[in-house]
């Protein structure tokens, strides 16, 4: 049974940073695709940053500079570590995995590609 739970979230003010953790149970997470996405009431959900097994990363033009995705497969933890946090960066922060999913290069895959999500984290900058 593949469990994933976030922490980290929280309020800031603008400018702020904030690191977010997604701790995996029941899998392991080594050989996942692994991705962080936001999503604010009443917009779809929208991806942020992935991390394919061999470590290369995407994101966002947004977020592009200010945040950094991560993994530490020996904890099978993923981490975001959020800088210069805007107001419009505020959302619910939700980790995703899967074991499919091609995000090799820097691709963003869309939230239909992932089977595994946790609850999420909420960030809010103020």
């Known amino acids: 049974h593949v469990q994933l739970v976030e922490s980290g979230g929280g309020s800031v003010q603008a400018g702020g940073s904030l690191r977010l953790s997604c701790a995996a149970s029941?899998?392991?997470?080594?050989?996942?695709?692994l991705g962080w996405f936001r999503q604010t009431p009443g917009k779809d959900r929208e991806g942020v940053a992935a991390i394919d097994t061999d470590g290369s990363t995407g994101y966002i033009d947004s977020v592009k500079g200010r945040f950094t995705i991560s993994r530490d497969n020996a904890k099978n933890t993923l981490y975001l570590q959020m800088n210069s946090l805007k107001p419009e960066d505020t959302a619910m922060y939700i980790c995703?995995?899967?074991?499919?999913?091609?995000?090799?290069?820097?691709?963003?895959?869309?939230?239909?590609?992932?089977?595994?999500w946790g609850q999420g984290t909420q960030v809010t900058v103020s």
């Open positions: 029941g899998y392991s997470y080594s050989s996942y695709c």
């Open positions: 995703a995995a899967d074991p499919d999913v091609y995000c090799s290069g820097g691709y963003l895959p869309g939230n239909h590609d992932f089977g595994y």
